[in-house]
Nanobody, 120 residues
Framework: QVHVVESGGGSVQAGGSLRLSCKAS??????NTWAWRRQAPGLQRELV?????????NYADSVQGRFTISRDDPERTSYLQMDSLKPEDTAVYSC??????????????WGQGTQVTVSA
């Protein structure tokens, strides 16, 4: 019933920018935390950015100063603005939510991801 769908991925040259979007739908009372993660071939999945209900954010050291996470609660959407992209940013980017169901229980959900490719 609950789903999150990522969009905005693509191919860019080093130094370019992309803006990823993640939209949630379904029987959601409220979303506590949004998180973006990425996984490159042969590497472990890593946390890229997180934003909590109070607006506080966390970023991986590798993307600090270049990426910005935000949330639009009325639209049930999170954005990941990626600037000054590097080839090592190439990965599949996935979005997840920590949320409260309309019935009052807490749960989470993961999207399937969107591909980002950065060429040198």
């Amino acid at each position: 019933q609950v789903h999150v769908v990522e969009s905005g991925g693509g191919s860019v040259q080093a130094g370019g920018s992309l803006r990823l979007s993640c939209k949630a739908s379904g029987p959601i009372l409220r979303i506590n935390t949004w998180a973006w993660r990425r996984q490159a071939p042969g590497l472990q999945r890593e946390l890229v950015a997180r934003i909590s209900g109070d607006g506080s954010t966390n970023y991986a050291d590798s993307v600090q100063g270049r990426f910005t996470i935000s949330r639009d609660d009325p639209e049930r959407t999170s954005y990941l603005q990626m600037d000054s992209l590097k080839p090592e940013d190439t990965a599949v980017y996935s979005c997840s939510i920590d949320y409260v169901r309309r019935g009052g229980s807490r749960s989470d959900y993961w999207g399937q991801g969107t591909q980002v490719t950065v060429s040198a």
